[in-house]
T-cell receptor, first 112, second 110 residues
Framework: DAGVIQSPRHEVTEMGQEVTLRCKPI?????LFWYRQTMMRGLELLIY????????DSGMPEDRFSAKMPNASFSTLKIQPSEPRDSAVYFC??????????FGPGTRLTVL | GDSVTQMEGPVTLSEEAFLTINCTYT??????LFWYVQYPGEGLQLLLK?????DKGSNKGFEATYRKETTSFHLEKGSVQVSDSAVYFC?????????FGQGTELSVKP
């Protein structure tokens, strides 16, 4: 199994631009999670899906952030417009029937 | 609300030293507890878990025991190696999501 796949691995953009982060969960997993990691705030859960349906988006910072899961094998996290304070590492994770979440390698986002 | 508190890092040890990283939690009910490890430049990986009181999780020489009476899940290893240098996260699972502690950075010197 290839594990959770995220793209791009690194993204550098300018303030005001739209950013789209992508995630392919492990096949057969029915939960998908988006996290943000920063030095100041640690690891934060942004949103999670079950069977492609958003269950809890209380961690999404503001309306500039949106997430979709159009099918069981793909999810996106979009930031529009991006701001320097959005600079962080964004992780996608998936899980199946068990408790364990499997994390992707992350996307390091830098907003200039 | 539910929360996890870990001892602050960084923790610096010499190779073969004994490791303890403290973790306490606050939760309504009886959550499952986890330790995850993050190596530089990588995502988090599950290290060990325990799903009920008095369970001991173990993996790669690391151990942690679910203590309901003290609401703790301390991570221990008898003899650390340089390759154990990483950030360690304690977490609890309640409902569909994980709640993480702030992470503890461990640095092991040869």
């Amino acid at each position: 199994d290839a594990g959770v796949i995220q793209s791009p691995r690194h993204e550098v953009t300018e303030m005001g631009q739209e950013v789209t982060l992508r995630c392919k969960p492990i096949s057969g997993h029915d939960y998908l999670f988006w996290y943000r990691q920063t030095m100041m705030r640690g690891l934060e859960l942004l949103i999670y899906f079950n069977n492609n349906v958003p269950i809890d988006d209380s961690g999404m910072p503001e309306d500039r952030f949106s997430a979709k899961m159009p099918n069981a094998s793909f999810s996106t996290l979009k930031i529009q417009p991006s701001e320097p304070r959005d600079s962080a590492v964004y992780f996608c994770a998936s899980s199946g029937a068990g408790n364990e979440q499997f994390f992707g390698p992350g996307t390091r986002l830098t907003v200039l | 609300g539910d929360s996890v508190t870990q001892m602050e890092g960084p923790v610096t040890l010499s190779e073969e030293a004994f490791l303890t990283i403290n973790c306490t939690y606050t939760a309504t009910g009886y959550p499952s507890l986890f330790w995850y490890v993050q190596y530089p430049g990588e995502g988090l990986q599950l290290l060990l878990k325990a799903t009920k009181a008095d369970d001991k999780g173990s993996n790669k020489g690391f151990e942690a025991t679910y203590r309901k009476e003290t609401t703790s899940f301390h991570l221990e290893k008898g003899s650390v190696q340089v390759s154990d240098s990483a950030v360690y996260f304690c977490a609890l699972k309640w409902g569909g999501k994980l709640i993480f502690g702030q992470g503890t950075e461990l640095s092991v010197k040869p």
